[in-house]
């Protein structure tokens, strides 16, 4: 690609940016696949001759996936450090195929196709958690490389691009379900709500849902092969971070993309305050406190603690228990607001900061959630939790949702940049795992005469009271980033430090 040397090219940026948010888009659309696959992917297990197909294990394999993601995120750090930012996104793009391939035939080899059974089960599990493995590494190491790569004055617009890649990715997985399922949405939804399987010599009989159980989810699943394909090939073609090329001392290589970027004299700038901060590539993770770290790490405590992928994953059967009659439209509109918001984020982040949108988001989703706690235990029409929910949704997409991986890509110093984020990133996924595992046991909560409606209003005035306690965490301990060079943030600590 051609660019004027004294200016850069921002087509060249753009084109890099483009590729890393692929990575965004495999993570939302394997984390929401999930959402319209395990209906008919319980029916299916359900009719397993060996064994039980229990809600506690159809739980455990609707959030199998997240394990894996755990395990990602911890390992991004090592992966980053050691093979570099583009390498590690090449193994993620391959961890993302193999999966969807898995997912879709899990028997491969090994099983009878289209028998359920126990060694199946673990099977599918498998895929999903290499699949999840993929997710973890992403989730950290994209959103670094395109903070590494961008200029200051871009980072925050550009890194909240790959939230929106994650969101649009969602978005593609809900109108994927809608396509591949069609008319058969309706009899294979009901049948796994209500758990009324017929089961004949190990054979499910599932009637005019049967194609939703036999096929449908499978094609759900591999229907990642393409866009995962794609993020595997293309991300060989773009270069490595210029600050990981300069702390494994490769500086003519740094400064040739940090030339095509900024322009030479820039660049050279740029360079030079890079070197400043890599003298000591080994620096020891509480080099610079323990204060940065833990401001990570809740950072991303908050983002799930606030309860958003409980409703994500699990969005067509809320809706269906609010009364909705196609919850699967219901969730695709939520898809459509989610969208619109996270371009709100994108377009404020550089000029309201970090700090404002993060703060009024947690009040909006406080707002939101205590909307839908309220709700349940009162007369309202059904209408008023869902639009509580589009509130709370919507007022995620513009603050947490975008805005704190802006933040965990930005606010540690270089040398520690890697293992820090993956720590972090990583108690993201494990408090992922919690709210989404503990999110249908409290909704079910069934009390006296109030039934499960006193569930759906503990769970959302949970993640109200959460929304607040986030808001006043931020206001108190978490630095301002906005214009804010990498560098400069490693000075803000070294001074916080002393």
Not at 273 to 299: C, N, P, Q, R
Not at 367 to 385: E, I, Y
Not at 442 to 458: D, E, K, L, Q, W
Request: net charge positive; with cysteine; proline share 3%.
């Amino acid at each position: 690609m051609k660019y004027n040397r004294a200016e850069g090219s921002k087509a060249y940026l753009f084109s890099i940016v483009l590729v890393a948010v692929l990575g965004g888009l495999l993570f939302g659309y394997d984390t929401a696949v999930i959402s319209g696959a395990e209906s008919g992917l319980q029916a299916f297990f359900m009719g397993a001759g060996d064994f039980t197909y229990t809600n506690f294990l159809h739980g455990i394999t609707s959030s199998s996936a997240l394990l894996g993601c755990i395990l990602g995120s911890a390992l991004s750090g090592l992966f980053a450090t050691r093979f570099g930012r583009k390498k590690s996104l090449f193994i993620a793009g391959v961890c993302f195929f193999l999966s969807a391939l898995g997912s879709y035939c899990p028997e491969f080899l090994f099983f009878p196709k289209g028998e359920a059974s126990l060694g199946l089960l673990i099977a599918f599990n498998f895929y999903r958690v290499l699949g999840g493995v993929g997710v973890g590494m992403a989730s950290a190491i994209c959103p670094m490389y395109i903070a590494e790569i961008a200029p200051a004055d871009r980072r925050g617009v550009l890194v909240s691009w790959n939230q929106f890649a994650i969101i649009f990715g969602q978005l593609v997985v809900y109108f994927v379900h809608l396509v591949i399922l069609g008319s058969h949405i309706a009899p294979v939804i009901e049948r796994a709500a209500s758990g009324l399987n017929e089961i004949t010599n190990g054979l499910l009989l599932a009637s005019d849902g049967n194609w939703s159980v036999t096929t449908g989810w499978r094609l759900m699943f591999v229907s990642e092969c393409v866009p995962a394909g794609l993020f595997t090939l293309l991300i060989l073609l773009v270069p490595e971070t210029p600050r990981y090329l300069a702390l494994s001392g490769r500086d003519d290589e740094a400064l040739d993309v940090l030339t095509k970027i900024n322009g030479e004299s820039k660049a050279a700038k740029i360079l030079s305050e890079i070197k400043t901060t890599v003298t000591a590539k080994s620096e020891k993770l509480l080099t610079y406190g323990w204060l940065v770290i833990f401001i990570g790490i809740m950072l991303s405590v908050f983002q799930q603690a606030v309860g958003i992928n409980a409703v994500l994953y699990y969005a067509p059967r809320i809706f269906q228990s609010m009364g909705m009659e196609n919850p699967m439209m219901q969730t695709v509109l939520m898809g459509v607001v989610n969208i619109s918001f996270t371009l709100v984020a994108i377009l404020t982040v550089e000029k309201l900061g970090r700090k404002p949108l993060l703060i009024f988001g947690s009040l909006g989703m406080a707002l939101g959630a205590l909307g839908v706690a309220v709700t349940s235990v009162t007369a309202l029409p059904p209408v008023v939790a869902v639009i509580s929910i589009m509130v709370y949704s919507a007022s995620f997409m513009f603050s947490w949702g975008p805005i704190c991986w802006v933040l965990i890509s930005e606010i540690f110093p270089n040398t520690i940049r890697g293992a820090a984020t993956a720590i972090a990133v990583a108690f993201q996924w494990i408090f992922n795992f919690i709210v989404s595992s503990t999110f249908v046991p409290m909704y079910n909560i069934s009390v006296g005469s109030m039934g499960t409606n006193f569930g759906h209003a503990f769970t959302y005035g949970l993640y109200g009271v959460l929304c607040i306690v986030a808001a006043v965490f931020v206001l108190k301990l978490v630095p301002e980033t906005k214009g804010k060079t990498l560098e400069e943030m490693t000075a803000l600590w070294k001074k916080r430090r002393s």
